[in-house]
C-alpha cells in the first residue's frame, strides 16, 4: 500500500521556521520525484518546491523561493521541507505528493501529473 504521510506543521509566530516531512511507503523511493503543495480553501493547488529523489535535483515554486529548502534522506524514505521566515499569508494545508518518473534529473509542480497524495499537514502563521 503506497502512504504519504505528512508531519511537522503547527503554529509558529510571523518570521519563524517549521521542518515538514514527508514520510514515504509501499513504493520504490528512487523511482519517484517528491513534490510540496499548498493549497487553502476556495483557491487552486500550488506548487511549493520538488524533489528528484535519485539524484537530488531539486526545484523551487516562486511563490516561496528563497524561504525554503527542500531535501531528501533516501535511506529514512523521508522528503523534508524547511520553510524560514514564514509569513501569516503561508498560512494553510501542506501536501507532499509522489510522481513516478525514472532517468530525468528535473522535477516540476504540476499538481495533476503526480500520482500519489498525503493527507496533509496544517501550518498557521500567526501575526
Known amino acids: 500500500e503506497v502512504r504519504l504521510v505528512e508531519s511537522g506543521g503547527g503554529l509558529v509566530q510571523a518570521g519563524g521556521s517549521l521542518r515538514l516531512s514527508c514520510a514515504a511507503s509501499?513504493?520504490?523511493?528512487?523511482?519517484?520525484?517528491i513534490g510540496w503543495f499548498r493549497q487553502a480553501p476556495g483557491k487552486e493547488r500550488e506548487g511549493v518546491s520538488c524533489?528528484?529523489?535519485?539524484?537530488?535535483?531539486?526545484y523551487y515554486g516562486d511563490s516561496m523561493k528563497g524561504r525554503i529548502t527542500i531535501s531528501s534522506d533516501n535511506a529514512k524514505k523521508t522528503v523534508y521541507l524547511q520553510m524560514n521566515s514564514l509569513q501569516p499569508e503561508d498560512t494553510t494545508n501542506y501536501y507532499c505528493?509522489?510522481?513516478?518518473?525514472?532517468?530525468?534529473?528535473?522535477?516540476?509542480?504540476?499538481?495533476?501529473?503526480?500520482?500519489?497524495w498525503g493527507q496533509g499537514t496544517q501550518v498557521t502563521v500567526s501575526s
Open positions: 505528493a509522489a510522481l513516478g518518473k525514472i532517468g530525468s534529473s528535473w522535477c516540476g509542480l504540476a499538481f495533476y501529473e503526480y500520482d500519489y
Open positions: 509501499g513504493f520504490t523511493f528512487d523511482d519517484y520525484d
Open positions: 524533489i528528484v529523489t535519485s539524484d537530488g535535483s531539486t
